[in-house]
């Protein structure tokens, strides 16, 4: 299967900081690659769709201002959490939709965010 | 998106056949079935998707029931390493469709 690396795999930020977690797909072109949230023992939560060139649509109660998501090419996706406080400490995973037929998504192996 | 339900744990003997249900009774004609699973800290993985016929891949198979109100997962030989929250997901086919989670089945592999 395609594969979609995220960058870093782990993070510990102090309060009040911005950190940046980039998504990559590695051996195909995504239009449209999409951020999660997933806290302790609970399912995976939609946070954003991104799409190569255009502004991300965010679900209801994510705050674009504080969940920055960038899609400048066809393989990155960044997305940078402001002002970091420990309630956003959470486990961030990326994923990639292919296109042209197949539409199965393929997943990062996350980002822990830790905030102190 | 119809919504799933799925028993939320099940357990397997290593080496056995790992069948996990999932119930989609609201399901709309052009939505497939995906299955993704979670092993703990890692990213989902995709698995399997259908439509309405039965689909078989290197890591497991989907039967689809006529009505297409359910389906059922099959992990043909278990093995420890399957041990994983498994995800049965309604979706429409369009890259720009984003999946739906719900609580999913936690599947233990017994040794």
């Known amino acids: 299967g395609a594969v979609v690396s995220q960058h870093p795999s782990r993070v510990i930020c102090k309060s009040g900081t911005s950190v940046k977690i980039e998504c990559r797909s590695l051996?195909?072109?995504?239009?449209?690659m999409f951020w999660y949230r997933q806290f302790p023992k609970q399912s995976l939560m939609l946070m954003a769709t991104?799409?190569?060139?255009?502004?991300?649509?965010?679900e209801q109660g994510v705050e674009k201002d504080k969940f920055l998501i960038n899609h400048a090419s066809l393989t990155l996706s960044t997305l940078t959490v402001t002002s970091a406080h420990p309630e956003d400490s959470s486990f961030y995973i990326c994923?990639?939709?292919?296109?042209?037929?197949?539409?199965?998504?393929?997943f990062g192996p996350g980002t822990r965010l830790t905030v102190t | 998106d119809a919504k799933t339900t799925q028993p939320p744990s099940m357990d397997c003997a290593e080496g056995r056949a790992a069948n996990l249900p999932c119930n989609h009774s609201?399901?709309?004609?052009?939505?497939?079935v995906y299955w993704y699973r979670q092993i703990h800290s890692q990213g989902p993985q995709y698995i399997i998707h259908?439509?309405?016929n039965n689909e078989t891949n290197e890591m497991a198979s989907l039967i689809i029931t006529e009505d297409r109100k359910s389906s059922t997962l099959i992990l043909p030989h278990a093995t420890l390493r399957d041990t994983a929250v498994y995800y049965c997901?309604?979706?429409?086919?369009?890259?720009?469709?984003?999946?739906?989670f719900g609580g999913g089945t936690r599947l233990m592999v017994k040794p």
């Open positions: 994923s990639a939709a292919l296109g042209s037929g197949a539409y199965e998504q393929y």
């Open positions: 051996d195909f072109q995504a239009t449209t």
């Open positions: 991104s799409n190569e060139g255009s502004k991300a649509t965010y």
């Open positions: 609201t399901i709309s004609g052009n939505e497939y």
């Open positions: 259908g439509l309405k």
């Open positions: 997901i309604v979706r429409v086919n369009n890259a720009g469709n984003m999946l739906t």
